[in-house]
Nanobody, 123 residues
Framework: QVQLVESGGGVVQSGDSLRLSCAAS????????MGWFRQAQGKEREFVAS????????DYADSVKGRFTISRDNTKNTMYLQMDSLKPEDTAVYYC????????????????WGQGTQVTVSS
């Protein structure tokens, strides 16, 4: 079992940057590959980025590639999502999650989820 808590969301203008954090507690945080998902109002949850347990391998959705950077610091039990060049279409609730299944972009592969943090980007 692992507990995940997101923070760092807020209201920013188009082109601004924001850094989200995901603090983990419980068992063996460093052994899980992790991911970030987002869910806009009225839309289904979608994959944003993933990172391997050691942090060496990352993957990004095409919509955020080149703008977002995922990272983790296992010594601090924390994962991050650095979001640059934010756009209004990035507005959503952002969730961190720990993966147990094989499909990186599938919500069903992630067993543990945080409560989400709201990101709002104005134009």
């Amino acid at each position: 079992q692992v507990q995940l808590v997101e923070s760092g969301g807020g209201v920013v203008q188009s082109g601004d940057s924001l850094r989200l954090s995901c603090a983990a507690s419980g068992r063996t945080f460093s052994t899980y590959p992790m991911g970030w998902f987002r869910q806009a109002q009225g839309k289904e949850r979608e994959f944003v980025a993933s990172i391997s347990w050691g942090g060496g391998n990352t993957d990004y959705a095409d919509s955020v590639k080149g703008r977002f950077t995922i990272s983790r610091d296992n010594t601090k039990n924390t994962m991050y999502l650095q979001m640059d060049s934010l756009k209004p279409e990035d507005t959503a609730v952002y969730y961190c999650a720990a993966r147990l299944g094989p499909k990186i972009e599938a919500t069903t592969s992630y067993a543990y989820w945080g409560q989400g943090t709201q990101v709002t980007v104005s134009s």
